[in-house]
C-alpha cells in the first residue's frame, strides 16, 4: 500500500494573511492519511496525506480538496512514515470531518484491502465504491441534519411467526451449522426448505448476541422482495433492511445508516452488500451461491461470494452457502478430501413432494422449423385445461436474433459492434443489446432494397406470440381463453412491473408464463406443474468451459419451479394422475448433461466436469486471471497486451522463468468490438494462486508505464478469477 503527499504551495500574502499562517502553526498539526478514489490507472498511491487540526481514527469518513475538487474519503491505516514534502510545500488540510458517524471498523477496513489487493485495483476505489452513493456527495452539515431526523431503533428480532416443524433433514443441518465452524455448502434440491435452515440459524445467532447482525445475500435485485417478505415476516420490519442497486440513493443510505449504526439486525442485499458495514456481523448467508451474478462484471470485477467467505473467516461469523446446483470450486472444496467447506445435504422436497420427471423431446425426429413439438404442446394444453400453470424458458430476449435479407445476404449488423441488432416486433425496433444503438425496422433491405427480409432464429417475444396463437382455441376450466405472459429484461424496464407481473402468476392469472433465465431461479411458483425448455442446445458446444455447468444449473433451477406444492400436486395427481414435468427439446437428447438432469443427479454431473478440469488443468484444479485491453483499433488492443507480456520476460517476474505462471498470447474477444472500441484478452495460468498474485502485483507498474507508449488505448483491467474467457 502507497502513500502520496497531498500539497500546496506557500504563497507569499499580506500582513493579515501572514498572522493566520503564524497562528495556524501555532496550532497542533496532526497528518492523516487518506483513501479517496482517484482516476483509474492514474498511477496516484492508494493513500493520499493531509494535515488535520486534530487526530482523527483510522476509519473517520472526511471531505478533502483533490485537485480542484472536493470528494469524500475513508482515514486509513498508515503502514510506516510520510515521505519528504518539497521545498515550500506543505499538507493540504482536510475540509471536514463527518461528525455523528462511528468509524469505520478494522474489519471493514481489511475486508476493502483484501479485495483491493486481490482484485488488482485501487484502495480508493474499493473502499468508496463500498460505500452509499449519497454519503460521497454530503457534505458535514448536511450529514448532521440527516442523522437528526428520527432513525429506526435497535430491537430484539423476535420470532413473529409460527413456528414451523423441521424435517429430520432441516434439523440435522442446523445442528450441524450451530455446532461447527464452518463455512458451509447446504446442498439442498430445489423445494427443500433451504430458506427455512436460514430463517433458523439467523434466530438461533440473534438470539444469543443482542448485537449480533446477520447478513443474507442473493444473486439478483429481483429475488430480494419474496425472500425479505419471509424475514419481515419472521422477524419484524424493523429488524431487516435490504440493500441493492435498484433501490434510490436516499433509500441506500438510509438502509447502510441503520446497519452500519447496530439499528438494522439483518442486512438482505444482492452482491453490493457484501461490503455493507457490520460492526456486530456474526452469520453471512449466500443464497444460489452458484450464481454468476455474484461476481462483479464492470470495474472491480470481485466475486460476493469469495469475499463472504473470507470476511467470515476474518469476523469469526458463520457462512453459509446454499445452492441445489453449487458451483463446481464450492462442491470440490465441500469434498471431504479437500475439507475447506463442511458439506450438508438436503435431498428430499418439503412435505414429501417429487421432483419434476424429466421428458426429451428428439427434434431431430420433428418437423423442420418445430418450434413446440406436439409431445410438449398436447402437455402445455391438458394443463391450461385443467386448470395449471405452465413455464416455457429461452434464454433469449426479442422477436428473433437477426434480421436477414433472402436475396443479397444483408444482415442487421450494429454499424458500432460486431454483433447483431435483435428485432423487437413488439416496437418494429433493431436493437443492439450491447451499446444499445435502436433504430427502426427497415422496409425493404438497405443494400438491395428487397422487400424479402426475414426474421432467423427467435426469442422470448416470438415465443409468446406462437403460443398465444396455438392455444388461441384452448379453454380454462372457466371456459375462458388462456392467458399467457412473458417476463424478461424488455418486460420489466418500468419500476415495479416485475413485482406486478409475478404477483399476476402468483395469484394464478397467468396460464402460461414465458421468459429468459430471470423466471428460472429462486421463484416460489406454487401453481407451475410443468416447466419446458425449448432451445437449450446453444451450450452444449460452447468454447467457454463453464457453459455445461451454467446449462446444468439453469435447467435444474428452471425444473425446480415444478411441483413445489405438494399438497396442491397431490390433489392434481389424485384427479389427474400426472405428475409435475421437466421438458426438454433438443437435437442432443442423450448428452451427458440431459442424462444427468433427467436422472436429477448433480453430484454424477459434477463429478464428470471435475475430473475432465482435473485432466485440462482448468479451475478449481488451476488458477486464472485474463487482462483485457480496450482501444480504437485490435492492433493496439494486442500491441498493448504483447507489449506488457514482452516487459514482464525481460524484468523476469516472479513464476514466469519455472513455468509457475503461463502467459497465453492476446486474442479478440468474441464480441471484439463494441460501441466502436476494438477489445482484446490474454489470458494468465497458474497452478498456485499465490503464485499468480505476486506475479500481477509485480506486472501492475510495467502494465501502467506501458499505457502510455500505446496511442489508441482506450482502458485496459484485470480480470482475477474470471467467470467467462
Keep these: 500500500m502507497s502513500t502520496k503527499l497531498s500539497t500546496e504551495r506557500a504563497v507569499p500574502s499580506d500582513d493579515n494573511r501572514g498572522l493566520a499562517l503564524v497562528l495556524r502553526a501555532a496550532l497542533p498539526s496532526f497528518t492523516v492519511h487518506v483513501a479517496v478514489q482517484t482516476p483509474a490507472h492514474s498511477g496516484v498511491g492508494d493513500l493520499l496525506s493531509y494535515a488535520s487540526d486534530l487526530p482523527l481514527a483510522p476509519g473517520t469518513l472526511v471531505r478533502v480538496p483533490l485537485g480542484q475538487r472536493e470528494v469524500l474519503g475513508v482515514v486509513w491505516d498508515a503502514d510506516g512514515a510520510p515521505g519528504e514534502l518539497p521545498d515550500g510545500a506543505a499538507l493540504r488540510p482536510v475540509a471536514g470531518v463527518l461528525q455523528g458517524l462511528a468509524p469505520l471498523d478494522t474489519p471493514w477496513r481489511r475486508l476493502v484491502a483484501f479485495a483491493a489487493r486481490y482484485y488488482q485495483r485501487g484502495l480508493g476505489e474499493m473502499a468508496l465504491a463500498a460505500l452509499p452513493p449519497q454519503l460521497r456527495d454530503l457534505r458535514p452539515e448536511q450529514l448532521a441534519r440527516r442523522l437528526r431526523r428520527p432513525a429506526r431503533v435497535a430491537e430484539n428480532a423476535e420470532n413473529t411467526t409460527k413456528t414451523i416443524a423441521l424435517t429430520p433433514e432441516q434439523e440435522s443441518a442446523r445442528a450441524r451449522i450451530a455446532s461447527e465452524p464452518g463455512p458451509f455448502l447446504l446442498f439442498g434440491s430445489t423445494g427443500s426448505g433451504k430458506t427455512e435452515v436460514y430463517l433458523r440459524c439467523v434466530q438461533e445467532v440473534l438470539d444469543q448476541d443482542p448485537t449480533a447482525q446477520a447478513l443474507v445475500m442473493v444473486p439478483e435485485i429481483n429475488l430480494t422482495p419474496q425472500l425479505e417478505e419471509r424475514f419481515t415476516a419472521r422477524f419484524g420490519a424493523q429488524a431487516v433492511v435490504a440493500l441493492h442497486s435498484g433501490m434510490t440513493h436516499p433509500q441506500r443510505l438510509k438502509s447502510w445508516l441503520a446497519a452500519h449504526g447496530g439499528a438494522a439486525r439483518i442486512v438482505l442485499g444482492t452482491r453490493m452488500a457484501v461490503f455493507a458495514s457490520l460492526p456486530g456481523l456474526r452469520i453471512i448467508v449466500v443464497d444460489e451461491e452458484h450464481d454468476p451474478s455474484y461476481k462483479q462484471q464492470e470495474g472491480a470485477r470481485y466475486s460476493a461470494r469469495d469475499l463472504a467467505v473470507w470476511r467470515g473467516r476474518e469476523q469469526g461469523a458463520k457462512v453459509i452457502l446454499g445452492s441445489a446446483t453449487p458451483s463446481l470450486e464450492s462442491w470440490h472444496a465441500s469434498d471431504p478430501a479437500v475439507g475447506r467447506y463442511a458439506r450438508l445435504e438436503m435431498p428430499s422436497r418439503i412435505g414429501a413432494g417429487a421432483l419434476p420427471r424429466v421428458r426429451r423431446v428428439d427434434m431431430n425426429q ?124 424488455d418486460t420489466t424496464r418500468a419500476k415495479g412491473a416485475l413485482q406486478a407481473q409475478l404477483a399476476q402468476v402468483h395469484a394464478g392469472e397467468v396460464d402460461v408464463l414465458v421468459g429468459t433465465q430471470m423466471i428460472a431461479k429462486g421463484h416460489d411458483f406454487r401453481r407451475i406443474t410443468l416447466v419446458a425448455a425449448v432451445q437449450p442446445d446453444g451450450a452444449l458446444f ?163 508505464a506501458g499505457r502510455g507508449q500505446h496511442k489508441g488505448l482506450v482502458r485496459w483491467l484485470v480480470d482475477v478469477d474470471p467467470l467467462s474467457i
Design 542 to 704: 460452447s468454447s467457454d468451459f463453464r457453459a455445461p455447468e451454467r446449462l446444468f444449473a439453469l435447467l435444474m433451477q428452471a425444473a425446480g419451479r415444478a411441483g413445489r406444492d405438494a399438497a396442491y400436486m397431490a390433489a392434481q395427481a389424485l384427479v389427474h394422475g400426472t405428475p409435475c414435468e421437466m421438458w426438454v427439446q433438443s437435437f442432443h437428447p442423450r448428452h451427458a448433461v440431459f442424462e444427468a438432469l433427467r436422472a436429477h443427479d448433480y453430484p454424477a454431473f459434477a463429478a464428470r466436469q471435475l475430473q475432465e478440469r482435473q485432466e485440462a488443468a482448468m479451475p478449481p484444479f488451476a488458477y486464472q486471471a485474463l487482462v483485457r485491453a480496450d482501444a480504437r483499433t485490435q492492433e493496439a488492443a494486442q500491441g498493448f497486451l504483447a507489449a506488457a507480456t514482452a516487459a514482464a520476460h525481460a524484468a523476469g517476474l516472479p513464476g514466469l522463468a519455472d513455468g509457475t505462471v503461463v502467459l497465453f498470447p492476446p486474442v479478440p474477444l468474441a464480441i471484439q468490438r463494441v460501441a466502436n472500441v476494438e477489445r482484446a484478452q490474454m489470458l494468465l495460468e497458474s497452478p498456485s494462486r499465490a503464485a499468480l498474485q505476486r506475479f500481477l502485483a509485480a506486472w501492475q507498474p510495467l502494465l501502467h
Design 366 to 489: 420433428q418437423p423442420r422449423r418445430t418450434v413446440f413439438s406436439a409431445p410438449l404442446l398436447a402437455a402445455i394444453t391438458e394443463r391450461v385445461q385443467r386448470g395449471e400453470q405452465s413455464m416455457v424458458l429461452l434464454n433469449r430476449r426479442g422477436y428473433a436474433p437477426v434480421l436477414h435479407c433472402a436475396d443479397c445476404g444483408w444482415k442487421s449488423d450494429c454499424p458500432h459492434c460486431s454483433a447483431h441488432q435483435v428485432f423487437h416486433k413488439a416496437d418494429r425496433t433493431l436493437r443492439c443489446h450491447h451499446c444499445g444503438y435502436t433504430v427502426r425496422v427497415p422496409r425493404a433491405c438497405p443494400t438491395c432494397g428487397s422487400p424479402d427480409i426475414h426474421a432467423l432464429g427467435r426469442g422470448t417475444e416470438q415465443l409468446e406470440e406462437q403460443l398465444a396463437a396455438l392455444l388461441s382455441e384452448v379453454l380454462r376450466p372457466d371456459r375462458t381463453p388462456a392467458r399467457i405472459a412473458r417476463i424478461d429484461a
